[in-house]
């Protein structure tokens, strides 16, 4: 008498291996694209910077009736002089005012411990840490800028790949759309197509909306303190402009060397530089960036933080840079691919804001 019953595998086996297949293939994905988290960051940066670069040449082209190759190439030359121009121009002062900005903020920054321990509040906070012995934290403190500089370099190599990635994609956009089309069903390339498209010019919106709030801040905050009278004003205000890019986070921190600079003339003008920036900010929040999300990408702002919050914990400081378009990229995912087909729901009035519809669903050029 047989002890077991032998049986041939039928269709109920051979779906559970394949479901475990395909389970131990996500998870590979998953464990791929977490390692490889930097490196997809580097892609969406390039993609950006290539998005900027074909809507100057798409404007380039419309005005002038010059081919996009040679629109491309005009606006890379124009881009790079200007840039060659600026450093040629400002470099020096630009350099001697950041030399100032550095020697100057460690005395700001003594100072304003030496008030803070003379605060009656302030002395009982600190009590508890007199018995600690500063001069341990010589080699923490080294050790830092030992990796501050490894990151200048690092991010130097990355901004080279962007530059060079994003003028690849910018100069045959149509191969690479084409080939990642491939990747979907027949029956549904020309719905990702639209998708890409419209992805294509929510970004290219976002970024000439974050264009006009950088070199207003910039501008705004650099005149301020010049007629505060304080040092650097303009070193101080192209960083504010530049780190106005990092929407919400980055207008606080382009305050900080401003008012440790100032502080480190008086209180007084540190008192007047944070009020200056309050009141920047105010303008911009109230006024600029209202005006120019009205033709441009209606991002809520709670989702915008929270964004930037949720990005820069899973993959680091870089993804500070590129949370926000990467969650506009995936909002308009959702509301193509599950509002609209799924749910069958029509586009929101209160969502993204939608370009118009013959340039959204039109047949996909694949």
């Not at 020697?103 to 304003?112: F, K, S």
């Not at 986070?249 to 209180?267: E, K, R, Y």
């Not at 920036?277 to 911009?284: C, Q």
């Amino acid at each position: 008498m047989e002890n077991s019953i032998t049986r041939p595998a039928g269709p109920d086996d051979a779906e559970f291996i394949r479901r475990i297949a395909i389970a131990g293939i996500l998870i590979l994905l998953g464990f791929a694209v977490w390692r490889l988290a930097d490196v997809l960051l580097l892609i969406f940066a390039a993609i950006l910077f290539a998005v900027a670069l074909r809507g100057l040449s798409t404007r380039l082209n419309s005005l002038t009736g010059m081919g996009f190759s040679l629109s491309l190439i005009v606006v890379l030359l124009l881009v790079g002089t200007i840039v060659a121009f600026v450093f040629w121009a400002f470099g020096a002062q630009i350099a001697s005012q950041y030399d100032e900005i550095v020697e100057r903020i460690p005395a700001a920054i003594a100072g304003i411990a030496a008030q803070f321990r003379t605060h009656p509040i302030a002395r009982y906070l600190v009590e508890p840490f007199k018995s600690l012995d500063i001069s341990t934290a010589t080699a923490p403190i080294a050790s830092a800028l030992a990796r501050a500089m490894s990151s200048i370099a690092q991010g130097l190599s990355y901004a080279a790949f962007v530059i060079f990635g994003g003028i690849y994609l910018a100069a045959d956009p149509a191969r690479y759309r084409a080939g990642l089309l491939r990747l979907i069903p027949r029956s549904r390339r020309g719905r990702y197509g639209q998708l890409l498209r419209y992805s294509g010019q929510l970004l290219e919106r976002w970024l000439l909306g974050q264009l006009v709030v950088m070199v207003t801040i910039g501008a705004l905050s650099g005149f301020g303190l010049w007629a505060l009278g304080i040092d650097a004003p303009f070193a101080l205000g192209l960083t504010g402009g530049l780190l106005c890019f990092v929407p919400f986070v980055g207008a606080i921190l382009a305050a900080v060397p401003a008012t440790l600079m100032a502080f480190a003339q008086s209180p007084i003008d540190a008192l007047y530089t944070i009020l200056l920036f309050i009141g920047v900010h105010l303008i911009e929040g109230n006024f600029i960036t209202p005006l120019v999300q009205d033709k441009a990408v209606a991002l809520a702002p709670v989702i915008a933080v929270f964004s930037t919050l949720i990005f820069t914990i899973l993959f680091g400081p870089f993804a500070v840079m590129v949370a926000v378009p990467i969650t506009i990229v995936l909002l308009a995912m959702l509301e193509m691919l599950y509002v609209e087909d799924v749910l069958r729901e029509s586009p929101s009035k209160n969502g993204l804001a939608r370009p118009p519809a013959d340039t959204i669903h039109a047949s996909s050029a694949v």
